[in-house]
């Protein structure tokens, strides 16, 4: 039951990340205005940005599918280590930076960072019980 747990968590991690990544990068109209909001509090490129962020969920979702099919403990703790700041980050800037946080983006935000705390400790803990 874990084993299916733990593939249902890839699984979705991974899809959550491409759902917001693609609009990102393809520059879609809603992710460029919502990235508009940033610029003037930030003193960041919204641009930049905005491709740097759906640049790096694309690598913690490809980073993802390689643990998934290699098993490497390294690149599952350094995607799931990865996959937190970035949702630590995204949920600061809810909060901190846009002028009214957006629930679904906080709940998502919550829903991931939980699941790479759970997936992060399942990784960590099956390194101790090898040794």
Sequence with gaps: MKKVVN??????SILLLLYFAVPKIIGLPQSM???????SVLHINADFFR???????LVIASLILIYVFTKN???????????????????AIEFFVRPQAVLLLVVIAILLTSTS??????ILNYEKLKQ
């Design 33 to 39: 205005a919502g990235f508009s909001q940033f610029e």
């Design 117 to 122: 705390i759970y997936k992060l400790n399942n």
């Design 51 to 57: 491709l740097f962020t759906g640049f790096s969920e």
């Design 73 to 91: 403990k390294m690149v599952g703790t350094g995607a799931f280590l990865f996959l937190l700041a970035t949702m630590i980050s995204a949920l």
């Design 7 to 12: 593939q249902i968590i890839n699984l979705l």
